[in-house]
């Protein structure tokens, strides 16, 4: 059900929507701009001498193969981290939302993580895993007799970092997994219940494509958190290491222009960013979102 | 008529408040910019305040601006928006990016131009050397300087039936191996990787880093780190790596300062000014001693430093930058310098403060203290171990961080990791050099 409101005047709706219009182009397409300028110069980083070069720092990239390497790290990393906080969230949610006792506690706590700030999360995870002092790491090599070792294996340093990624994004997804949730009719599920339908079968059956809006919502917001907002886990649990295997897009952004002061390289990589993500975002929307059933 | 009489007093309030404010000639401000934290910003902190107090004249306003990174950004961002602080503090490797910067005023001018008479022969000269122009003048002033040492666990030293350190890197072999066949888990660890075992590595044992004399010659150097002496050290290394001689704990100083206080790890290569950390958090008997050498090096050079020195920025008007200077050389005078010694263990800047604590005994009560200096100061600095000028030089070390991990994983090996990291390296040299022209 859609709600429509009418205006008299002409000019009321466009200054309601100055305030936001204005904040967007300040603090992000005046900035986009400056990018864009920026990744055809080639300049020192104080800004005294400035050359422009074309194209030169885009090829200079793609010519690199260890810029490949990160745009394939990323995409893993991204979408292990987004199919990794889906999942339990919505695991977490289905469970929390059948709960008979305290509901209002159990959600209240299963939210709260979200509140910690990725470089706080990266930091915990970072405490429990790092092998010379971390809790956990110590009692798995000791018990399992498993070799980790994030610090040199970029595997395990990759997995790690997915992981303190994905529990940040738990409780997002789980608040809107459980107004989905709850936002389906009871009603459809107790009729299937009498026909005999199984829990996973009623599962899959009715609540999963009643949620598929919040699944589609959910994804796009996922892979957007992966791709930009774990900077502050990578930056501190793994500066990108070992030997560059946690080196994603994002973080090789900030290397290369703030450590390496290459600051046309790195406004290159911020457009390349820019348009990878554009085009992600609309082909979610081309193809997955023909399969969500809205529901008014 | 009412409203006339309030703006006259008004008005006569404000020209009150002018007049006196200029008859009581404010301190004119100079701005500091660091990335010092915890104790040693609160030395600093006093070394700014005991300025402060020396004079009416001048009022340094100390700001810390994060890490050396994000300080090196902050200072760029304000020039480029022409709100620069008069100082900025900028590490060792920021070096030659701010040398062919053009927004800087060379400290030697600054003393030149300030009337400061500054005799240049009486600092540290490797120390020094760092920071100087090809034509022999000083361009910032070194301020915390450090070099790496080798810290020993002497409670598992006497278990192995050790008397004392290693002094050569065969000797190095047979101690580690002693310490682990007698219950130490590992033998030795290093921090700051690059720096220790590339950097000052070459350093010592007289090779280059690069051409054209590591850079001072010219910005068409290219890296030589794929030499077979690093090569082959690079490879014993991953030898010690294998039967737990050696392990590699990060690329800066947590992890391997963490494996040497927990008494898993024997032996610890790391910054002098790691001193406080570890006499804090150590439980055990232990000492320190130079970082060991080749038997084929019969008079080792010099180690080189690291840490950071103060670079001042152009755009001011003059008679600021005469409180600049003053500040400057009030910094290096003795006591300030004694001060700053003693609370963080960096290196006094001139031979004065350090011969004033020698003849004060500080040494014998803290000998730990003088085992860098001793090593930076062994032989004069050659043009292999004055230092390095590198532009990208942070990069380069993420390059040779990576490559070297590559190795310890053993993905490659330790010609194929050099190699790579050189080949990487001149990449990132050559954009260098052409953003500079």
Avoid at chain 1, 133 to 152: C, D, E, K, T
Wanted: positive net charge.
């Amino acid at each position: 059900m859609l709600k429509r409101s009418y205006f008299s005047s002409t000019y009321l709706p466009y200054l309601l929507i100055l305030p936001q219009t204005l904040v967007i182009l300040t603090f992000f397409y005046w900035p986009a701009t400056q990018a864009l300028f920026q990744s055809f110069l080639l300049s020192d980083p104080f800004g005294v001498k400035t050359q422009f070069v074309w194209l030169d720092n885009f090829t200079r990239l793609f010519s690199n193969q260890l810029y490949w390497k990160s745009i394939g790290i990323t995409f893993f990393f991204s979408f292990s981290t987004a199919l990794l906080s889906i999942a339990t969230g919505l695991l977490v949610a289905a469970m929390a939302n059948r709960a008979l006792h305290a509901k209002a506690i159990i959600r209240t706590l299963l939210v709260w993580p979200y509140a910690i700030a990725p470089a706080i999360s990266g930091i915990v995870w970072l405490f429990l895993f790092h092998p010379s002092f971390g809790v956990i790491a110590f009692s798995v090599m000791r018990w399992f007799g498993i070799h980790w070792n994030p610090v040199l294996d970029g595997a395990d340093a990759l997995f790690l970092v997915i992981i303190a990624s994905a529990w940040k994004q738990i409780s997002y997804n789980f608040v809107f997994f459980i107004a989905g949730l709850q936002s389906i009719p009871k009603s459809l599920i107790e009729a299937a219940a009498i026909d005999g339908a199984s829990p996973l079968r009623r599962f899959r059956v009715i609540t999963l494509p009643l949620l598929s809006p919040t699944l589609f919502f959910l994804m796009v917001m996922n892979v957007v958190y992966a791709f930009f907002e774990t900077f502050g886990i990578i930056h501190t649990v793994t500066q990108g290491g070992p030997g560059g295997a946690t080196m994603t897009m994002v973080y090789k952004v900030y290397k290369d222009g703030f450590v390496g002061l290459d600051l046309g390289s790195s406004a290159a990589q911020s457009v390349v960013l820019m348009i990878v993500i554009v085009v992600l975002t609309a082909l979610q929307f081309k193809y997955v979102e023909k399969k969500v059933q809205y529901t008014g | 008529m009412k409203h006339r009489q309030l703006t006259f007093v008004l008005t006569m309030g404000i020209l009150a408040i002018f007049l006196a404010s200029n008859a009581l000639a404010a301190p004119i401000d100079i701005q500091f910019w660091h990335a010092q934290r915890g104790p040693r910003a609160d030395t600093l902190n006093k070394m700014v305040d005991a300025f402060n107090k020396s004079q009416t004249q001048y009022l340094v306003v100390a700001s810390e601006k994060g890490s050396y990174d994000e300080t090196m950004n902050a200072g760029i961002a304000a020039f480029r928006s022409n709100k620069q602080p008069h100082i900025l503090q900028v590490y060792e490797v920021g070096t030659q990016t701010m040398m062919l910067s053009k927004a800087i005023y060379p400290v030697y001018d600054l003393m030149k131009d300030t009337g400061h008479k500054v005799d240049w022969k009486s600092y540290l000269q490797p120390v020094l050397s760092y920071y100087v122009a090809s034509n022999g003048e000083l361009q910032s002033l070194p301020f915390n300087s450090s070099t790496p040492i080798m810290f020993y666990n002497k409670d598992l030293f006497k278990k192995a039936g050790l008397t004392g350190p290693p002094r050569t890197w065969d000797e190095m072999g047979e101690a580690t191996a002693k310490l682990v066949a007698s219950g130490a888990e590992y033998g030795m660890t290093v921090a700051w990787q690059t720096w220790v075992m590339i950097e000052n590595y070459s350093a010592i044992h007289n090779l280059p880093l690069s051409t054209k004399a590591n850079g001072f010659d010219g910005l068409d150097t290219e890296l030589t780190i794929n030499n077979p002496m690093v090569v082959k050290h690079m490879e014993r290394l991953k030898t010690w790596m294998n039967d737990k001689r050696f392990t590699y704990e990060e690329r800066e100083y947590k992890g391997p300062e963490a494996a040497f206080i927990s008494g898993k790890c024997a032996i610890l290569m790391d910054s002098i000014s790691a001193i406080g950390a570890l006499k804090k958090n150590i439980k055990f008997d232990w000492g320190a001693a130079p970082l060991p050498v080749e038997a084929s090096m019969k008079d080792p050079q010099n180690s080189i430093i690291g840490g950071a020195s103060l670079w001042v920025l152009k755009g001011h008007p003059k008679n600021e930058y005469q409180g600049v200077a003053d500040f400057l050389a009030f910094l290096a005078n003795e006591e300030m310098q004694i001060l700053w010694h003693k609370e963080t263990g960096y290196f006094p800047i001139t031979l004065q403060a350090y011969n004033k604590l020698k003849a004060d005994g500080y040494y014998n009560q803290e000998p730990l203290q003088e085992v860098g200096i001793l090593q930076m100061t062994r032989r004069d600095p050659t043009v292999n171990s004055r230092g390095i000028r590198l532009g990208s030089f942070p990069q380069i070390r993420d390059v040779m961080n990576e490559e070297l991990e590559m190795l310890w994983q053993g993905k490659k090996s330790a010609k194929q990791a050099l190699d790579e990291a050189v080949s990487r390296s001149n990449e990132i040299l050559r954009q260098f050099e052409k953003r500079s022209q």
